[in-house]
T-cell receptor, first 118, second 112 residues
Framework: GAVVSQHPSRVICKSGTSVKIECRSL??????MFWYRQFPKQSLMLMAT?????????EQGVEKDKFLINHASLTLSTLTVTSAHPEDSSFYIC??????????????FGPGTRLTVL | TQLLEQSPQFLSIQEGENLTVYCNSS?????LQWYRQEPGEGPVLLVT?????EVKKLKRLTFQFGDARKDSSLHITAAQPGDTGLYLC????????????FGKGTKLSVIP
């Protein structure tokens, strides 16, 4: 159990286009999902917290108008990179929190999406 | 801001050797997770520890949560090449945001 899928796994796009990445929890409901960005040989950098039915909470320095997040259901969150530029090229990873009690905060990660902007 | 200091940052050992990775903080965490990540993939949850002093074993991997819930360790016995990867510790402050604080990771290479 606790499987999270992410689609697409790889995407190459031209500068100025928008790219949508989907994150799905396949066998559990996730009221909270998270979007991370990871640079080569580095740890994960939290971009935003996505809550089902409400607006996402963005970390400092992350442009909410550039990285649009929609958490329309208990199993799906989407990240849209608008007007992508080469500096947005990165590995984007989502995670979904499975609720198993207030004190237990387990997050399960998707396989990641490699975005390359030409 | 909570910080998790993870050490060592890099570790290269021979197959069959033992190793320990440490995760330390001055802050208390309500729970702490260990993940392993391979290149080009998302992190995979290995274990969650919740209780101070807790010890969990997963085959050759032993995880310990400090009594004060500020630190944790991962010990691997008789490392295998398949253990190669990036090991990440992540702590939850329990503040209600459910955000995890990640360590910078330990890149482990096990040489056959």
């Amino acid at each position: 159990g606790a499987v999270v899928s992410q689609h697409p796994s790889r995407v190459i796009c031209k500068s100025g286009t928008s790219v949508k990445i989907e994150c799905r929890s396949l066998d559990f409901q996730a009221t909270t999902m998270f979007w991370y960005r990871q640079f080569p040989k580095q740890s994960l950098m939290l971009m935003a917290t996505s809550n089902e039915g409400s607006k996402a909470t963005y970390e400092q320095g992350v442009e909410k108008d550039k990285f649009l997040i929609n958490h329309a259901s208990l199993t799906l969150s989407t990240l849209t990179v608008t007007s992508a530029h080469p500096e947005d090229s990165s590995f984007y990873i989502c995670s979904a929190r499975r609720f198993r009690g207030v004190l237990l905060n387990e997050q399960f990660f998707g396989p990641g999406t490699r975005l390359t902007v030409l | 801001t909570q910080l998790l200091e993870q050490s060592p940052q890099f570790l290269s050992i021979q197959e069959g050797e033992n190793l320990t990775v440490y995760c330390n903080s001055s802050s208390v965490f309500s729970s702490l997770q260990w993940y392993r990540q391979e290149p080009g993939e998302g992190p995979v949850l290995l274990v969650t520890v919740v209780t101070g002093g807790e010890v969990k074993k997963l085959k050759r991997l032993t995880f310990q949560f400090g009594d004060a819930r500020k630190d944790s360790s991962l010990h691997i016995t008789a490392a295998q090449p398949g253990d190669t990867g990036l090991y990440l510790c992540a702590g939850d402050s329990g503040a209600g945001s459910y955000q995890l604080t990640f360590g910078k990771g330990t890149k482990l290479s096990v040489i056959p």
